[in-house]
């Protein structure tokens, strides 16, 4: 098992910024690949970036690249996203997931966090 709790979220103004962290705890943390996923009202979980769990390797949805950064720090079984530039398309709850392969497919994950809430008002 893998237990995974997000933070960093909040309320935000448009062009503004905020960096998402997710923790990890239960098993090698450095095994898996982890990804960043949002799901706003009335839609579905939607992929926005990933990073493999051994090279290094990273991916982005196309509305946010050259905006956000995911990274990893194994050493604090730690996964982040930064988000800069922010947008109101960006406001949905944002979640982790923990899985063995790297996809932009949500259902591709084993492990997920709580979800935080980011809002960016106009």
């Known amino acids: 098992q893998v237990q995974l709790v997000e933070s960093g979220g909040g309320l935000v103004q448009a062009g503004g910024s905020l960096k998402l962290s997710c923790a990890a705890s239960?098993?090698?943390?450095?095994?898996?690949?982890m990804g960043w996923f949002r799901q706003a009202p009335g839609k579905e979980r939607g992929f926005v970036a990933l990073?493999?769990?051994?090279?290094?390797?990273?991916y982005y949805e196309d509305s946010v690249k050259g905006r956000f950064t995911i990274s990893r720090d194994n050493a604090k079984n730690t996964v982040y996203l930064q988000m800069s530039s922010l947008k109101p398309e960006d406001t949905a709850v944002y979640y982790c997931?923990?899985?063995?392969?790297?996809?932009?497919?949500?259902?591709?994950?084993?492990?997920w966090g709580q979800g935080t809430q980011v809002t960016v008002s106009s």
């Open positions: 990073i493999s769990w051994n090279d290094g390797y990273t």
């Open positions: 239960g098993r090698t943390f450095s095994n898996y690949a």
């Open positions: 997931g923990a899985g063995r392969v790297a996809s932009v497919q949500w259902d591709e994950y084993d492990y």
